[in-house]
């Protein structure tokens, strides 16, 4: 039954003032009752009865989910309740709180629930009044031990004047747990809970959740005992439908850190709500965030509910679906992680997959990466830190590769475009040019004959005339070392400027100052084979509502930039790609189950101290292009390896394409 809490005015001093007080206190009585019934009735809720009590919950708004393309789910919701114990629904006395909090076990023990506790890091074990430290709190790295010395901290504790006996005196005065009224089990299961939320600094500003994701036989126990602390709020955790793949596009979610707290505070955020931390969950935490709301219940003078109803309703986020081909997504992956794992030099690698035609990001991967569903073990995030090559790098995006040879293409279009040669113009390959090597001996070459064989002496002597200035000028207003427009983080790169004629050759090759992401070469590439126009990259199809799947929002192709490329430079690019995998027998096999035409560059770029990187650069159908496909194996020695990945990406892609065109 509920105690009223109501606070008696005081006795006046003297009969008049008495008669004057009463007068005052209920006119106060009756100006209240007057408001809240015109609040209640503007909010159209009815007003609270006299008997009995009620209770609020908070009610989050479930996070919205995300889905590819072709709305095939990436990330769903997995929905339940946690038992939270909240500071201002508890009754007054401790004696009445420990009883709660011990029927609360009860109920989850009863129905054989124990795994939903929260997990702890309790650093006692045994029976009060036996108990004694753990053996993991003499190692320093563990969670215990560094739980312990926060909890020292907050109490203001000494370790050395701290034993067991002296911290369960503590527990025991502070919460007043009296052998002549609990078991020693339950004295033990009381100081287990405050221990967590004394971490948890349990207070008027933060509640404890005592379990996690209980079914409802827990709840019901729970309602029917009455007990007034436990609320049950609505959890939704994500799902990820693909471990490991595409991790880091999707992101991860957590709580609210206390350095962005104040910023989310002021957008209504409470404290304990999960936020966007990276990837298309953080880009995207505007429309992805849900509302919460408030679940009034009223109960009468025997503790059952009445009525129960929202003030306001809890509003769900809004649904995302993304660019991203799934099918696509796991093709890279799977062909990005198998190229690096054969090439004994080769330990990372990154793909990145677009349409030329709409700047839309169809899969992005990265190897090594990481798996969204193992967070929760500590040991595996241990071994993500650990990792000498950084899991946690989105290097499709975060990671600058000199160019090598893929080059070539925009500086033959600079070239080409500037009428510094033509499609005529022809120099001779003797294998060195000024002291620097060529990769054969090829005699006499034209732009088409250069860029099949990847002819160094041509393009030397181009950086030589043009100077590197003056082919950045368009390969810029191409994507190289400019902003992809990807709503993701990513890195710039750099842009090689003039220096002396040594410094120009090696540019014109792709190497010197240049340094672009993979993301960059798709939108390079991607801007050439289009026919000049660089559309921003985006992650981002259409925004619809949850459940719904009503369309709010989408995307609108944008143009950055558009250069002017005449039909014969053109076709002179085109047919020099075309002819890179057509004359070369380990090319033609890399994509022999690619049914359309395939052209590309590939690219050899040095490492001062290391093994090369590979790169390749691909498009398909060379008639008419539809996708776009970037690889670098880092120390992956020879070009035409990082071919293989981008093989097996045109491989999904057009078999996709003759299934879905195909008559049912």
């Known amino acids: 039954m509920a105690r009223s809490k109501r606070k008696h005015p005081p006795r006046p ?25 015109a609040v209640y009735q503007a909010k159209g809720t009815p007003p609270p009865i006299q008997e009995g009590y009620t209770r609020t919950y908070t009610v989050p708004g479930v996070r919205g989910e995300i889905y590819d393309k072709n709305g095939v789910p990436l990330v769903k919701n997995d929905t339940g309740y946690d038992l939270v114990y909240e500071y201002g629904a508890m009754p007054d006395t401790r004696r009445e709180i420990n009883e709660e909090l011990l029927q609360t076990l009860s109920a989850i023990r009863r129905t054989e629930n124990e795994d939903c506790l929260s997990k702890d890091s309790f650093l006692l074990e045994g029976v009060y009044p036996e108990l004694r430290f753990v053996s993991e709190l003499s190692d320093k790295e563990s969670q215990v031990y560094t739980k312990y010395q926060k909890f020292l901290t907050l109490r203001e504790l000494s370790e050395e004047e701290t034993d067991e006996d002296s911290l369960t005196a503590y527990f025991v005065k502070r919460y007043v747990l009296s052998e002549a009224l609990y078991t020693p089990e339950e004295i033990t299961d009381l100081i287990r809970l405050y221990y967590e939320m004394e971490l948890a600094d349990f207070g008027a500003y933060a509640s404890y959740t005592i379990a996690e994701n209980v079914p409802n036989e827990v709840i019901l126990l729970l309602e029917e005992s009455g007990v007034e602390g436990v609320v049950f709020s609505l959890r939704s955790e994500r799902v990820y439908c693909y471990p490991g793949i595409a991790s880091h596009i999707l992101g991860q979610v957590g709580k609210i850190t206390a350095e962005n707290k104040d910023y989310y505070l002021s957008l209504g955020y409470s404290l304990d709500a999960l936020v966007g931390r990276s990837g ?40 995302i679906y993304l660019t991203i081909d799934i099918d696509l997504q796991i093709a890279a992956e ?84 500037s009428g510094c040669i033509d499609g005529y113009t022809s ?9 620097l090597k060529c990769l054969g001996t090829h005699g006499p070459s034209d732009v088409v004959d250069a860029l099949r064989d990847s002819c160094n002496v041509f393009f030397y002597h181009l950086g030589e005339t043009m100077g590197v200035r003056s082919a950045t000028r368009y390969t810029e207003r191409l994507g190289l070392g400019m902003p992809t427009g990807i709503e993701l983080g990513e890195r710039q790169g750099s842009i090689a400027e003039d220096g002396s004629d040594a410094v120009n050759r ?64 053109y076709d002179l690019l085109i047919e020099g790609m075309r002819q890179v995998v057509s004359e070369s027998d380990t090319l033609r096999r890399t994509f022999r189950n690619v049914p359309v035409t395939v052209g590309g560059k590939t690219g050899t770029a040095e490492k001062e101290g290391q093994t090369d990187n590979a790169l390749f650069c691909g498009v398909a159908p060379l008639e008419k292009p539809e996708i776009v496909v970037s690889c670098v194996l880092e120390e992956g020695a020879v070009g035409a390896r990082a071919a293989s990945p981008v093989a097996k990406v045109m491989e999904a892609y057009f078999k996709k394409q003759a299934a879905t065109d195909s008559p049912s």
């Open 13 to 37: 001093a003297h009969i008049g003032a008495r008669y004057v007080a009463i007068a005052a206190f209920f006119g106060v009585i009756c100006l209240a009752c007057v408001i809240v019934m």
């Open 506 to 569: 090696m540019a014109a090759i792709g190497q010197a100052d240049h340094a672009y992401t993979p993301l960059q070469l798709s939108v390079y590439l991607s801007s050439i084979v289009n026919g000049g126009t660089r559309y921003s990259a985006h992650l981002l199809d259409s925004v619809r509502t949850f459940y719904t799947g009503e369309t709010l929002d989408v995307y609108e192709t944008t143009v950055l930039d558009r250069i002017e490329i005449s039909e014969g430079t």
């Open 334 to 417: 799977e062909g990005l992680r198998a190229s690096v794992d054969a090439i004994s030099t080769s330990e990372a690698g990154a793909i990145t997959v677009l349409d030329p035609n709409s700047g839309a990001l169809l899969a992005s991967a990265t190897y090594p990466t990481y798996d969204l569903t193992k967070f929760d073990s500590q040991a595996y995030v241990d071994s993500l830190n650990a990792n000498e090559n950084n899991p946690w790098l989105n290097r499709a995006l975060g990671s600058a590769y000199a160019p090598g040879s893929t080059y070539k293409v925009g500086m033959a279009l600079a070239a080409l475009e």
């Open 280 to 319: 298309v969950e953080a880009a995207f935490e505007e429309w992805l965030h849900g509302q919460n709301g408030t679940r009034v219940v009223r109960y009468d003078e025997n503790g059952r509910i009445i009525e129960s109803y929202y003030d306001p309703a809890p509003v769900s986020g809004k649904d």
């Open 427 to 435: 120099y001779v390959c003797d294998h060195v040019y000024e002291g």
